[in-house]
């Protein structure tokens, strides 16, 4: 089992930043990706971004432009630099990560509030 643990959530006004961290445990096979996904209430949990081992990265269309993934492999960590947050983003973010015999582990989840 991977541990993943997140931090940095909060409460910001529209046009502010925040960064959203994930460390994951030690894991007996190599993770070969790590992302970030979104629940916003009343809603489906979606995509908001995930980074490949080999960097591939991909976002989802609302969030191009204003948000930044980036990983250390090393570390088996995964960070989310959201700028010009509106209020729209407000969701539980919750860290993700896949390992190379396709196992999903999944974070406990940050509460992201924007404020208008």
């Known amino acids: 089992q991977v541990q993943l643990v997140e931090s940095g959530g909060g409460l910001v006004q529209a046009g502010e930043s925040l960064r959203l961290s994930c460390a994951a445990s030690r894991s007996s096979f190599r993770i070969i990706l790590m992302g970030w996904y979104r629940q916003a209430p009343g809603k489906q949990r979606e995509l908001v971004a995930t980074?490949?081992?080999?960097?591939?990265?991909n976002y989802t269309d609302s969030v191009k432009g204003r948000f930044t993934i980036s990983r250390d492999n090393a570390k088996n960590t995964v960070s989310l630099q959201m700028n010009n947050l509106k209020p729209e983003d407000t969701a539980v973010y919750f860290c993700?990560?896949?390992?190379?015999?396709?196992?999903?582990?999944w974070g406990q989840g940050t509460q992201v509030t924007v404020s208008s």
């Open positions: 980074i490949t081992s080999g960097g591939g990265i």
């Open positions: 993700t990560c896949r390992d190379q015999v396709v196992r999903n582990f």
